[in-house]
């Protein structure tokens, strides 16, 4: 009986593991005018493996079951998307990340390249720690850390061009969008107690 129990045991240990073997998960990036998304870089979060999306926004890369895949573009917002979500779905919607470029005034006391740099870095405040006054979850804070990034990343290569602008604007309104999206979650909050 007990080498019966063992080999039950044994038995279950193996297939427990190898349920964990690494295969390829193919997907494709289209945005929101259903054209495919080439140049798209793919990292696995796991191993931090990586792939580019070909012209037809198909890309293919080697996973495990429980791994999530960060999906970047210069022109798109990032996204991060599990395996389990590429085989219910493997077509992905990347949202367009555009930046209105105001008109640019030339004056004699005109700032460096790099004072310029520093300056549009230095105003983005955001700090990524749990604060004991809001409500966002660890997803929200890495998504608004993740926009944050991408938007100081895109201010730093701007600044280095001919056409200088600064996305004060920009920073102006995504603080404004936490404000409401924290109003709207307490607003939310309020109607299921009053329900209850």
């Known amino acids: 009986m007990k080498l019966i129990a063992s080999i039950f045991l044994l038995f279950t240990f193996y297939t427990s593991f190898s349920q964990q073997d690494i295969f390829q998960i193919e ?12 140049d798209a870089y ?22 495990k079951p429980g791994d ?13 998307v599990t395996v389990h979500s ?5 077509i992905i919607l990347l949202a367009v990340d555009t930046i209105a470029i105001e008109e640019v005034s030339v ?9 310029m740099a520093m300056e549009n870095i230095e105003s983005i405040k955001f700090d990524f720690r749990p604060q004991p006054d809001d409500d966002y979850t660890e997803k929200e804070r890495m998504q608004l850390l993740m926009n944050t990034e991408d938007r100081v990343q895109r201010t ?19 603080f404004e969008k936490r404000k409401k999206r924290k109003k709207a979650k307490e607003f939310e909050s309020t109607k299921k107690l009053e329900k209850q």
């Not at 997907?27 to 080439?38: E, K, T, Y």
């Not at 004056?107 to 004072?115: F, V």
């Not at 061009?161 to 995504?174: A, D, K, W, Y």
């Open 27 to 38: 997907g494709r990036l289209i945005n929101s005018q259903m054209n495919p998304i080439a």
């Open 42 to 63: 793919i990292f696995n979060n796991r191993n931090l493996d990586k792939n580019v999306t070909n012209y037809n926004g198909i890309f293919s890369i080697w996973v």
């Open 68 to 80: 999530s895949l960060t999906i970047s573009h210069v022109s798109y917002f990032r996204k991060v």
């Open 86 to 90: 590429l085989l219910v779905n493997p």
């Open 107 to 115: 004056s004699p006391n005109q700032k460096t390249d790099n004072e």
């Open 156 to 174: 730093a290569s701007y600044s280095l061009s001919l056409l200088r602008f600064s996305p004060s604007e920009e920073i102006g309104n995504f």
